[in-house]
C-alpha cells in the first residue's frame, strides 16, 4: 500500500512517544467501527455491574473488563501503526538543524 492511500498518518517524536491520527474518511470510519465493537463488551459489563454491585464478581469482572479494554487498545494501535505513513519528526528536525548548521553561502 502507498503511503498515499494508508488512511492513518503517525507522527513519531521517539520510539514510544506518537500520535496516530486518521486520515480522510476511510480513516475515520475504520477508528468509528474500532470504537463501536467495544460497545458490547462495556453495555455487558455495565448490565453484569448493576446486579452483582460490592460483592466479590464485581471486582473480577471490573479486572476482566479492563484487561480486555487495555488489549483492545494495544490491539487498536498496533492495527492503526501497520496502516498508517510515518512521519519522524526527531529526524526531520535533525535536518533541519543540519541545514541550518550549515554557513549561507554568498554573503
Known amino acids: 500500500m502507498r503511503d498515499a492511500d494508508k488512511p492513518f498518518v503517525m507522527y ?3 520510539r514510544w512517544n506518537f500520535n496516530i491520527v486518521p486520515r480522510g474518511t476511510r480513516g475515520w470510519v475504520q477508528l468509528g467501527i474500532w470504537l463501536v465493537l467495544l460497545v458490547p463488551p462495556t453495555i455487558a459489563f455495565e448490565a453484569y455491574a448493576d446486579t452483582h454491585e460490592g460483592t466479590r464478581e464485581f471486582y473480577v469482572a ?3 473488563y479492563v ?3 487495555v488489549i483492545w487498545s494495544l490491539a487498536l494501535i498496533r492495527w492503526t501503526m501497520a496502516r ?3 512521519i ?3 529526524k526531520l528536525l ?3 538543524r543540519k541545514s541550518e548548521a550549515k554557513p549561507r553561502r554568498g554573503r
Do not use: F, N, P, Y
Open 88 to 90: 519522524d519528526i526527531e
Open 62 to 64: 471490573l479486572g476482566l
Open 94 to 96: 535533525r535536518e533541519q
Open 12 to 14: 513519531r517524536r521517539s
Open 84 to 86: 498508517a505513513e510515518v
Open 67 to 69: 484487561l480486555m479494554a
